[in-house]
C-alpha cells in the first residue's frame, strides 16, 4: 500500500470533534471529512511556531532557517515527521491534497509562504537601514495575512484557509 493510501486510510476512521467517524466511500474518506478541531490546529501551530522561533535565534541564519521550516515543513519526507509538520504529528492532524496526491515540498510553500515572512522580519534586522525601513512593511503584512487566515479557518465550513485554498489542500484529523 502507498503512504499516501495509507494516511488516507487511516484517517478516514479517526473520531472527528463531534464524536463522530468519518467513513467516506469514496477511498478519499478523509479529504471530504470535517473541519478538523480547531484547537488541535492551533496547539500544532504553536509547537511549529516554537520550533521556528527557537531557530531564529541562530545568529544571522536563523530567521532563514526558521522560515525555511515554516515553508517546507508539511512536504519533508522525513521520517520521524511521517510527511508533516512536527506540530500536526504531536497533534494527530495532516494535511492532504484534495487531488489525492501525496504532499510535497512545493504545495508547502503555496500552504504556508505567508507564515514565512516571520522569519524575514528577522533576517531584515541585520541590514541596516534599508532592513529596518523594510521591516515595518513586512510586519504589518504578515500580520494581516496572519488575521486573515485565523478568519478563514474559523470561518469557513472546511476549516480552509488562504493557504489551503491556494494549495489545494485541507488540514484532517487522522488515527495517529
Known amino acids: 500500500m502507498d503512504q499516501q493510501n495509507r494516511w488516507t486510510e487511516s484517517a478516514t476512521d479517526a473520531p472527528r470533534a463531534n464524536g463522530q467517524t468519518d467513513t467516506g466511500s469514496s477511498g478519499f474518506g478523509s479529504i471530504e471529512a470535517g473541519k478538523a478541531d480547531l484547537s488541535k490546529r492551533f496547539i500544532a501551530a504553536v509547537i511549529d511556531g516554537a520550533i521556528a522561533f527557537v531557530i531564529g535565534f541562530i545568529p544571522l541564519i536563523g530567521g532563514i532557517i526558521g522560515a525555511a ?4 515543513r508539511d512536504g519533508l519526507e522525513l521520517e520521524f515527521m511521517d510527511g508533516r509538520s512536527i506540530g500536526k504529528k504531536v497533534m494527530k492532524l495532516r494535511p492532504v491534497r484534495l487531488d ?3 504532499m510535497d515540498i512545493p504545495t508547502s510553500v503555496k500552504r504556508n509562504w ?5 522569519g524575514v522580519i528577522s533576517f531584515l534586522l541585520w541590514i541596516p537601514i534599508l532592513g529596518w525601513l ?3 512593511p513586512v510586519a504589518l503584512i504578515a500580520l494581516g495575512l496572519g488575521l486573515f487566515e485565523l478568519y478563514k479557518v474559523v470561518t469557513d465550513p472546511q476549516g480552509r484557509r488562504l493557504g489551503d485554498n491556494m494549495a489545494g489542500t485541507k488540514v484532517i484529523e487522522v488515527a495517529s
Open 134 to 136: 523594510l521591516m515595518i
Open 114 to 118: 505567508m507564515f514565512a515572512l516571520g
Open 100 to 102: 489525492g496526491q501525496p
Open 69 to 72: 521550516y515554516w515553508l517546507v
